[in-house]
Every structure is written in C-alpha cells, then in structure tokens.
C-alpha cells in the first residue's frame, strides 16, 4: 500500500514529529511505502488564490500524492478546535474538484457530490491540551466533525479514525512512550504487515 502521511507542526522537536516518524518507521517495517511531507519544513503556501492550478507545480504534486494514496495519515496540534492554518490551506488548495469530489446528476438530474479518492482508510492523530471533558462535553469535539464528517467522509473515505493525545503539556516521556506504542499498534490496524514481501 501507498500510504500519504502529512504532518502539520512548527516544532521540529515536537511530540507530533515523533508521532510521524513512528508512523513512517512502522508503516515501512510492515512493507508498505510512505510519502511524507511535512507542510512547515516544506514551506507549503496555504494561501488559496484559485481552483485553476495548472500552473503550480507544488500543487500538483501534493494532489498526485493524495489521488495515488492507499491510505492517508494527518498529524496535527489542535489549535482552537481547528488545523493550524498550514493545514487547513493545504486541504483548501489540494482537495479539489476532480481531485477529491466530483459533481454529479442524480435521477432527479439535481446536482450531488461525489467523492472520488481511491484511499480506503483515512487516520488523523491530534495532540492537544485540553482534557476529554472540556474536548467532547463542552466543545462538542470539532475536530472529529472537521475530519470525519466534512473532509473524508465528503471525498469517499468511510473508514476513518481519529486518535487524540492529552494533555501535552502535563505528560512525561513515560506517557508519551505509551501514546507512541499505541501509535504502532494503530498502523498495525490499519496497514497490517504485508506478508507478500
């Protein structure tokens, strides 16, 4: 499998680095090929300006990676229940019509939406500083909806999962080893070693 991993945190000694990098390390030990970027090393521009992009070679080139991806992985901060913008951008300028989601007639000809990514799970790993009460009861947990209902769901992916790590700021490299260890046995979930290797 081909699996796309976007990582969207400015601290290059950040727990969020550490989570992609054991995602790569794992996803490559169970045999399958990863294509990482990492948006703020990358300098990738959020700004959307136009859906005409032929003209920009960093797009395409982040669009081939979604559209030939078997799996996609998100690692991000939860900034104010949202991406950090960087990510945000990055959906806005890459996740086009007839990149992600087509229109469509149904047998009522009224226009519907169609998604068309051919990647079969989709995985977002937050880290964050608010506890799970505060998170679902008092936020209603945006980021679930932002992710699960309105990106993939909308684009064709059903199988989604999100995983939240909290709170960054009280942990200790104990804990964080016991989130890093959930984080393999996830990949293992969803990107089993491939035993045809």
């Known amino acids: 499998m081909n699996v ?29 090929t990863v294509v990482f970027h990492d948006l703020y090393k990358e300098h990738f521009n959020p700004v959307f300006t136009s859906f005409n992009n032929e003209n920009d070679k960093d797009v395409e080139m982040y669009s081939n990676d979604l559209v030939n991806s078997d799996g996609i992985i ?21 996740f086009l019509p007839e990149i992600a989601y087509t229109f469509e007639e149904d047998e009522n000809e009224k226009t519907v939406i169609r998604g068309i990514l051919k990647a079969q799970h989709a995985i977002v790993i937050n880290t964050s500083n608010t506890t799970d009460e505060l998170e679902e009861k008092i936020y209603k947990d945006p980021l679930e909806t932002i992710w ?50």
């Open 148 to 197: 699960g209902n309105r990106v993939f769901k909308f684009c064709g992916i059903a199988n989604f999962k999100r995983m939240n790590f909290q709170v960054i700021k009280d942990s200790d490299y104990n804990q964080r080893m016991v989130w890093l260890s959930e984080t393999r046995k996830l990949i293992d979930n969803y990107f089993p070693k491939d035993e045809t290797r």
């Open 74 to 94: 998100i690692i991000h901060p939860n900034w104010w229940g949202q991406p950090p913008a960087i990510v945000k951008g990055w959906i806005d300028r890459v």
């Open 4 to 32: 796309l991993i976007i990582l969207g945190h400015p601290g290059s000694c950040s727990f969020n680095h550490a989570i992609a990098e054991t995602c790569i390390t794992q996803i490559i030990n169970n045999g399958h």
